[in-house]
């Protein structure tokens, strides 16, 4: 059974830190590329981050802000997210994308995604 399990969302003040988890069991970790998703109330579900074997890529609205980390070893992947803000408050989602090299932004091309993690930041 393939799991993705998210971790270590919660309240934060705005200028905080948060570092979410995502825990990925069922397919071969080293296969695939990881990324991070959000999606505010009332809006559609946002690319955040990826990484793969040879690259990482943010968007523009957490560039500088947020890092993604892999823990191969332990088919963990990371988001440590600092100078939070308020428009940062969403559920974020992790996924898998098959191939090891693919690290997009199309959620489409992501097949497998976790239960979502709540992160609300407040001003």
């Known amino acids: 059974e393939v799991q993705l399990v998210e971790s270590g969302g919660g309240l934060v003040q705005a200028g905080g830190s948060l570092r979410l988890s995502c825990a990925v069991s069922g397919f071969t970790f080293d296969d695939y590329s990881m990324g991070w998703f959000r999606q505010a109330p009332g809006k559609e579900r946002e690319w955040v981050s990826c990484?793969?074997?040879?690259?990482?890529n943010y968007a523009d609205s957490v560039k500088g802000r947020f890092t993604i980390s892999s823990d191969n070893a332990k088919n963990t992947v990371h988001l440590q997210m600092n100078s939070l803000k308020p428009e940062d408050t969403a559920v974020y989602y992790c996924?898998?994308?098959?191939?090891?090299?693919?690290?997009?932004?199309?959620?489409?091309?992501?097949?497998?995604w976790g239960q979502g993690a709540q992160v609300t930041v407040s001003s």
């Open positions: 990484i793969s074997v040879s690259s990482s």
């Open positions: 996924a898998a994308e098959r191939g090891p090299y693919s690290c997009g932004s199309y959620y489409y091309a992501y097949e497998y």
